[in-house]
Nanobody
């Protein structure tokens, strides 16, 4: 059973960088054909896919976030990290990490972590 757990600050000031880490257990982030993703849900809105890091280490980002997003990984620690720069209050929401298969289906999710951007 794969388990994902997000960790990071719950409150970030505007213009700062948000960094969230997803710790994975029950499976390796280097296992072929899985894509380790970040998804968020702003208040009252639907899910927004931010980007992923593949089992190869390659990254791909939504055009919406590409200019200020990076995802890195620690294969020894079996975790991956989201960095979102220049945050504004519009970046407030619940942030999830998830595993996607090669067909694009999300099969495992973290519980989500609330992030608030406020001064």
């Amino acid at each position: 059973q794969v388990q994902l757990q997000e960790s990071g600050p719950g409150l970030v000031k505007p213009s700062q960088t948000l960094s969230l880490t997803c710790s994975v257990s029950g499976g390796s982030i280097t296992t072929t054909h899985y894509y380790w993703s970040w998804v968020r849900q702003p208040p009252g809105k639907g899910l927004e896919w931010i980007g992923h890091i593949a089992y190869t280490g390659n990254t791909y980002y939504s055009p919406t976030f590409k200019s200020r997003t990076s995802v890195s990984r620690d294969t020894t620690g079996n975790q991956f990290t989201l960095h979102l720069t220049s945050v504004t209050p519009k970046d407030t929401g619940v942030y999830f990490c998830a595993r996607a298969t090669k067909t694009g289906e999300f099969d495992y999710w973290g519980q989500g972590t609330q992030v608030t951007v406020s001064s």
